[in-house]
């Protein structure tokens, strides 16, 4: 059974800085590129960042490029979100999955279920 359990949200100011991460079980890891997701109130899930099955690459949207670090620990089946110079439309609830693939245009989550997801809040 698939499990990911995303922590680390909270409130912060405009500018600041908050660092996700995501614990998994379930599947076999280090075979899957890794993404991070978002929902914003009244909005689609959007996808925001992937990474390649090995950590080598990294993949963002425009709207975060610059600002957020993913990464991942293949050892402790976790991946992981640095995101600096938060930003108000930054709000939003955030979750990892399995993408399916790694490239250009490859951003759909692999796995139907989610985890409860991380409330990030940037407050302007």
């Known amino acids: 059974q698939v499990q990911l359990v995303e922590s680390g949200g909270g409130l912060v100011q405009s500018g600041g800085s908050l660092r996700l991460s995501c614990v998994t079980s379930?599947?076999?890891?280090?075979?899957?590129?890794m993404g991070w997701y978002r929902q914003a109130p009244w909005k689609e899930r959007e996808w925001v960042a992937s990474i390649a099955k090995n950590g080598s690459s990294s993949t963002y949207a425009d709207s975060v490029k610059g600002r957020f670090t993913i990464s991942r620990d293949n050892a402790k089946n976790t991946v992981s979100l640095q995101m600096n110079n938060l930003k108000s439309e930054d709000t939003a609830v955030y979750y990892c999955?399995?993408?399916?693939?790694?490239?250009?245009?490859?951003?759909?989550?692999?796995?139907?279920?989610w985890g409860q997801g991380t409330q990030v809040t940037v407050s302007s």
């Open positions: 999955n399995a993408v399916n693939g790694y490239g250009p245009g490859r951003v759909r989550p692999w796995f139907s279920s």
């Open positions: 379930g599947f076999t890891f280090s075979i899957y590129p």
